[in-house]
């Protein structure tokens, strides 16, 4: 059974920084994409940013590129989220995500992990 | 970057109507169109993706279709546990965006 088990999520102040973690079981991680996806309080889903199986590609949305930084380590199966000069915007649930057997569509996410960014 | 939107942005229906929404890419995208589901304080679900391909498990009341720019979710007969917001997600290439979604209630 697939599982992606999000952790890290706190409250810090403006201009200060987080890493997420995500473990993933059940499957063998170094085959797939891994995404980065955050739901701000009563908001729309936002897709954050990708890392390629082998964590040679890795993608942004423009909100958070230059501040946040996706990572993998296949060898723990664990993927990362540094996020840096966090702003109140970034407050969010941040989910982890599978990549698809067939297609880049979503088909496993974690739980989540809350983020606040507050003074 | 493409931009992805949808509409309606909510909507109220009766149990058994059919249930049409869209979504329209700012671009082209062929058929890397994915929908998800999410009900109140739950994980997002994917019901559909490749544009009409029914994710395993989804009840097959779901379907999708469309291509290119323009895409649309149907339910053919609301049923009460179909309450939730829908989202579309474009996955042709980075940025993968979401759609701002559509918020299905029963009337």
């Known amino acids: 059974e697939v599982q992606l088990v999000e952790s890290g999520g706190v409250g810090v102040q403006p201009g200060g920084s987080l890493r997420l973690s995500c473990e993933a079981t059940?499957?063998?991680?170094?085959?797939?994409?891994m995404h980065w996806v955050r739901q701000a309080p009563g908001k729309g889903l936002e897709w954050v940013s990708l890392?390629?199986?082998?964590?040679?590609?890795?993608y942004y949305a423009d909100s958070v590129k230059g501040r946040f930084t996706i990572s993998r380590d296949n060898s723990k199966n664990s993927l990362y989220l540094q996020m840096n000069s966090l702003r109140a915007e970034d407050t969010a649930l941040y989910y982890c995500?599978?990549?698809?057997?067939?297609?880049?569509?979503?088909?496993?996410w974690g739980q989540g992990t809350l983020v606040t960014v507050s003074s | 970057d493409i931009h992805m939107t949808q509409s309606p942005s909510s909507l109220s229906a009766s149990v058994g109507d059919r249930v049409t929404i869209t979504c329209r890419a700012s671009?082209?995208?062929?058929?890397?169109l994915a929908w998800y589901q999410q009900k109140p304080g739950k994980v997002p679900k994917l019901l559909i993706y490749a544009a009409s391909t029914l994710q395993s498990g989804v009840p097959s009341r779901f379907s999708g279709s469309g291509s290119g720019p323009d895409f649309t979710l149907t339910i053919s007969s609301l049923q009460p546990e179909d309450v939730a917001t829908y989202y579309c997600q474009k996955y042709n290439s980075a940025p993968y965006t979401f759609g701002q979604g559509t918020k299905l209630e029963i009337k």
């Open positions: 995500a599978k990549d698809g057997d067939s297609s880049s569509s979503l088909v496993y």
């Open positions: 059940g499957f063998t991680f170094d085959d797939y994409a």
């Open positions: 890392i390629t199986w082998d964590g040679g590609s890795t």
């Open positions: 671009q082209d995208i062929t058929n890397y």
